[in-house]
């Protein structure tokens, strides 16, 4: 039996006046997906566990099969899995996204998570130059895509580090630095390193906007157990984000490489499924992860969500449901809210839909939030999603 996850990023959402009350997946026009549901069954799944942040690093784990309160060390620790970082046990990644602040002060406010969305090359320069500048044998600066990079502490997990408390950038847009800073200044010469970078962004050959460096999500390396050990299949990733890829890379899955894919609405949907669909040839088991609508969902705009969902359903859902029909489980689903009127991610229930060989239908009624919701059918946590599939599919 083959197995087919199709994730939109965040796509869940609360009802919202710019749909007359309807979420924007209720709103969009979607039938493919809608197909899914009405020939297969709907549920929800709690891929956020309680007690954690609603991340994407915690729910795709989840929605993979791995319990996040087990394995789950930070956001900085699976994206150095993507890029195969050679590291030690006591090491302490943090993720080091590239922002705009309205000035590194503070009185200064964060503007942008993702500094106008930065470009790979441009960022690549600004992270070497910072490398350059302010890597010792204890720091060093990694460059990941676009304004996501890492920033490695050499022992630094064992230390006080570890423990402090920088909030997600995403999480407060427009929002006082000042509560971080607090945090950053319990290890001084932690908060002077990210001040230092700051000083280095406004030189004026940087003509990004990107002005300061904004560390958090730090943990110890990710240890993930064997994928095909685990669930008897043969399994690969296909992302633009590098959580995603380093979730599938500590499993020992495949990582399918796709031109041209942008972790935005205009990113290359054909090559994704090609590559998804090439894989299941051989394979058994894709994750194919989108990140627009959880994009668009951040930049709080009902019509592009709306817009992004859509485009999820016509170039991912379609094809891959027209190629795969009768024979693969497909799984729709996302690995979180990310309201429009929150511009963050929630911890609310997932949706999801399940159809394929094996699966009896029961709902007869489209994709959304409110219809899975009154299925009956709710899993305690995200990482049963997987199990479950498998045993109704098979049984
Ligand atoms: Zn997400």
Redesign the pocket.
């Known amino acids: 039996m083959k197995f087919i996850f199709l994730i939109a ?2 796509m869940g959402d609360w009802p919202h006046q710019a749909f007359d009350g309807k979420t924007a997946l209720e709103a969009a026009h979607t039938p493919f997906m809608d197909s899914i549901a009405k020939q297969g069954i709907m549920g929800t799944c709690q891929t956020v566990p309680q007690g954690m942040e609603p ?2 690093d915690v ?2 784990m989840a929605l993979l099969g791995f319990a996040p309160q087990k394995y789950h060390t930070g956001r900085g620790p699976i994206e150095a899995a993507a890029q195969g970082l050679n590291l030690d046990e006591n090491d302490l990644v943090w993720r080091c996204n590239l922002v705009s602040v309205s000035d590194f002060s503070q009185t200064g406010v964060m503007q942008d998570y993702s500094a106008g969305h930065i470009a790979t090359e441009q960022a690549a320069d600004l992270i070497a130059l910072l490398q350059r500048e302010l890597g010792t044998p204890q720091t060093a600066f990694y460059t990941g895509v676009q304004y996501r990079h890492l920033l490695v502490q050499k022992g630094g997990a064992d230390k006080g580090y570890a423990n402090l408390r920088v909030r997600p950038p995403h999480d407060i847009l427009e929002q006082s630095l000042a509560p971080d800073f607090g945090a950053m200044r319990e290890m001084p010469d932690f908060f002077e390193l990210v001040r230092a970078a700051s000083k280095v962004l406004a030189r004026p050959e940087n003509s990004t906007a990107a002005n300061s460096i904004w560390p958090w999500g730090q943990g110890r390396p990710l240890l993930l157990p064997n994928f095909f050990q685990t669930f008897g299949l043969r399994g690969a990733v296909v992302s633009a984000v590098d959580l995603v890829r380093g979730l599938g890379r500590a499993a020992g899955m495949e990582i399918l490489e796709v031109e041209g894919v942008t972790g935005l609405i205009d990113t290359n949907y054909d090559g994704k499924v090609r590559a998804a669909l090439d894989f299941l040839e051989h394979g058994d088991f894709v994750y194919l992860h989108v ?1 627009a609508p ?1 994009e668009c969902g951040h930049m709080g705009s009902p019509d592009l969500k709306k817009r992004a969902i859509e485009l999820f359903d016509e170039r991912v859902v379609a094809p891959v449901f027209q190629a795969l029909g009768e024979q693969a489980v497909i799984v729709m689903t996302c ?2 809210f ?1 309201p429009l009127q929150e511009r963050t ?1 929630t911890s609310d229930p997932v949706p999801f839909a399940v159809c394929g060989p094996g699966i009896v239908p029961d709902s007869g009624t489209a994709l959304s939030e409110k219809n899975a919701g009154v299925s009956g059918l709710a899993l305690e946590a995200g990482a049963e999603l997987l199990p479950y599939v498998l045993q109704t599919a098979r049984s």
Do not use: C, L, P
Request: charged share 35%; glycine share 16%; hydrophobic share 10%.
């Open positions: 990023d965040g991340g994407s729910a795709n990140e959880d690995d979180h990310t991610h």
